[in-house]
């Protein structure tokens, strides 16, 4: 099982881990939006929008992961679980008037989406000039 879990991951404290490893604010509740807009007057507001379930987001991430390099000074970085709450991953695109994809990035500055990206377009986003 080690190695098939190696060949096409796992949903297991691996991921967590690596998850963790990023200066992650989780967005788990619809208040937390409010604050992002007001947060975003004073540095960006970065929203990673992720389904737990689909290998192509687990991808994106990973490779998001270990291009991202700007520091908690720098922006603020929300992991969204889509899939645990649903109910903020449909307000965040009602709210900042973003049409809801997943894996999906939203760079939030002054209270609008500046930028955001789908699938593979994640990584060819050049988050650090939007800083």
């Known amino acids: 099982m080690g190695l098939f879990n190696s060949l096409f991951g796992s949903n297991n404290?691996?991921?967590k881990k690596e998850i963790a490893a990023l200066p992650w604010i989780n967005l788990?509740?619809?208040d937390q939006l409010e604050e992002i807009a007001m947060?975003?007057?004073?540095?960006?507001q970065i929203i990673f929008k992720h389904s737990t379930t689909?290998?192509?987001?687990?991808m994106v991430m990973?490779?998001?992961k270990s291009t991202y390099n700007l520091t908690r000074e720098?922006?603020?970085?929300?992991?969204?679980d889509l899939h645990s709450y649903r109910e903020v991953s449909n307000e965040t695109g009602i709210k900042f008037q973003v049409m809801h994809q997943s894996p999906q990035l939203l760079v939030i500055?002054?209270?609008t989406a500046v930028a955001h990206a789908s699938?593979?377009?994640i990584n060819e986003l050049n988050v650090s000039s939007l800083v």
């Open 109 to 111: 500055k002054n209270g």
């Open 74 to 80: 720098q922006a603020d970085l929300y992991y969204l």
């Open 13 to 15: 404290s691996e991921e």
């Open 119 to 121: 699938h593979g377009e």
């Open 28 to 30: 788990t509740s619809l």
């Open 54 to 58: 689909c290998g192509i987001s687990r």
């Open 39 to 44: 947060n975003s007057k004073g540095k960006p």
């Open 62 to 64: 990973n490779t998001f």
